[in-house]
């Protein structure tokens, strides 16, 4: 599994507004559902429901809310920059500005957990979040977290 199997361009948004962590959500689940067959609010309920048994927030400006949804076909991302940080009760108590969303099927089994690994090790990497918050444009992003992949397992 790579990033460019969970993600396309179109799921990269350079510079989305949100002032709060619930706006942030709200705004990737419109974007998520309009690239899957859910529903908005269904997405949003199940990241607000997965926020409160614990934040995504993991540390460094990076969340990764996520879940898993009845009948979606294939495990599907969408990666925000924040224009602003905004708090989002990370365990650093640090601002969040890189988000980076996962759903899967409820099905998927370890494609969930894969996929999360992948995220999380991309994401790790200070290079690459220095790289991802100096990019101008969503095709930058894109190329950052495509390129980064690749070259994280050469």
């Keep these: 599994m790579e990033i460019a199997d969970l993600l396309s361009l179109d799921d990269v948004v350079d510079s989305l507004k949100a002032g709060s962590k619930k706006q942030a959500l709200q705004e990737l689940s419109a974007i998520a559902a309009a ?4 529903d908005e609010r269904t997405i949003l309920d199940l990241l607000l429901a997965r926020e409160r048994l614990g934040s995504t927030g993991v540390g460094a400006g990076i969340a990764i809310p996520h879940g898993k949804l009845d009948d979606l076909p294939q495990v599907s991302a969408v990666f925000a ?10 365990i650093d108590e640090r601002p969040v500005d ?9 099905q998927a089994g370890s494609d969930h957990l894969k996929a999360l690994a992948l995220v999380s090790r991309l994401l790790r990497d200070e ?3 220095a790289r991802l918050r100096g990019a101008d444009s ?12 690749g070259a994280s397992r050469a």
């Design 138 to 149: 969503a095709e930058a992003l894109y190329a950052v977290l495509t390129d980064a992949a």
């Design 127 to 129: 290079r690459v979040c």
């Design 35 to 38: 690239r899957t067959t859910k």
């Design 98 to 106: 890189l988000v980076f969303l996962l759903l899967a099927p409820e």
């Design 81 to 90: 920059r924040l224009r602003e940080p905004i708090e989002f009760d990370a």
